[in-house]
């Protein structure tokens, strides 16, 4: 499989979220994930973050219109370290602001 389109889900909550990142870790093909438009917190976005470290052919990444903040940006900060063949990482319609955006950018 190398995609993965759960995209507009308004029922997503952080269980929710630890139970598809248990799937994620075992799926090391995925080229594209797209989780735009559901409830991810930052606390989802941490745990999303750790299950994609390991992803580094991930190619897309689309986690626009969520519920992530400066603090969630953190945690997938860590994550897109590895990311040399990461093409488009859309993470429009959060709250990341400015702190965000740098831990991001680093």
Do not use: W, Y
């Not at 689309?62 to 370290?81: H, M, R």
């Amino acid at each position: 499989m190398e995609s993965l389109n759960f995209r507009c889900n308004k029922n997503f909550n952080d269980e929710i979220v630890a139970a598809l990142a248990e799937g994620i870790n075992l799926k090391k093909e995925l080229r594209t994930v797209d989780l735009g438009e559901n409830n991810i917190t930052d606390k989802g976005i941490h745990i999303l973050g750790d299950a994609l470290k390991t992803h580094v052919r991930l190619h897309m990444l689309f986690l626009d219109s969520n519920d992530i903040s400066a603090n969630g940006a953190d945690g997938l900060s860590e994550c897109l370290k590895n990311k040399q063949d990461l093409r488009v990482f859309n993470i429009d319609n959060n709250n990341i602001g400015p702190i965000g955006a740098k831990k991001l950018a680093t």
